[in-house]
């Protein structure tokens, strides 16, 4: 009898939420001529990867209030930060674990000598990411990895989510960068069919009254006799 009543349980086919978080590479190609100082020599540049979750701060930002203030500048937005060197030259593969809502990349070089807007560089991470790698781990697969692409050449950085011009992917080795399209959309739930209203029955005409027959006319009376 256990036996029939376990047979006759429904199966959970729901699956845990994919605890894993999602994760980009970040190539850095820096150039001989890097950071260029006031003999022409290069030196190492010390950069700083922001994740955020959104991109409201970054048109107020400057690279003195930045370096003097840090994520303060960023405000509710900043989630983390790794700091790193970059020597020239080289190249340099970073893989970063994503904070929970991060949707972009804020990359901040130190130079020497800033040139207009090329001190920082900015990546928005694809929307689908998560999806796609947790689907992947689910067929235990190698999860796809979207990359960022960063160059430093002179007193600039370049880069975000396309390789800037004369970047050396093949330098790389075999690194694979996915292209990751938007997250799909839940589809709402259809509510049930509704019933259509099932129609009254219609009433039976009442029968209609006989016609009453007509009234026997009164007898006429005597006339009186006349007096005498």
């Known amino acids: 009898m ?38 022409g020599q290069s030196w190492p540049t010390k950069l700083v990867v922001y994740q955020l979750t959104g991109t409201s701060r970054l048109d107020q ?6 370096k003097e203030e ?27 674990q ?14 020497r000598e800033v040139l207009g807007s090329a001190w920082y560089a900015t990546y928005t991470v694809p929307t689908g990411t998560k999806d796609a790698q947790c689907s992947a781990l ?3 697969e190698d999860p796809p990895l ?17 390789p ?18 938007p997250a799909k959309k839940k589809k709402k739930a259809k509510p049930p069919p509704t019933l259509p209203d099932v ?6 005409p009442e029968a209609p009254s006989a016609p009453s027959g007509p009234s026997a006319p009164s007898q006429p009376t005597a006339p009186k006799a006349p007096g005498r």
């Open 2 to 39: 256990v036996l029939e009543l376990a047979a006759c349980r429904p199966k959970d086919d729901s699956t845990p939420p994919c605890e894993e978080p999602p994760r980009v590479q970040v190539l850095l190609q820096t150039s001989d001529r890097a950071n260029v100082g006031e003999n």
């Open 61 to 66: 930002l400057d690279p003195e209030t930045l």
């Open 70 to 96: 840090g994520e303060k500048a960023l405000g509710d937005e900043f989630a983390d930060k790794r700091e790193m060197t970059a020597f020239p030259p080289s190249r340099e593969k970073i893989e970063l």
């Open 98 to 111: 994503l904070k929970p809502k991060v949707s972009h990349l804020l990359v901040v070089a130190e130079f």
């Open 138 to 140: 689910a067929k235990e």
């Open 146 to 162: 979207p990359c960022m692409y960063l160059a430093i050449d002179g007193s600039e950085l370049l880069g975000g989510a396309r």
């Open 164 to 181: 800037p011009a004369g970047f050396q992917l093949p330098e790389f080795g075999a690194v694979v960068c996915a292209a990751i399209g």
């Open 199 to 204: 129609p009254s029955t219609p009433k039976t």
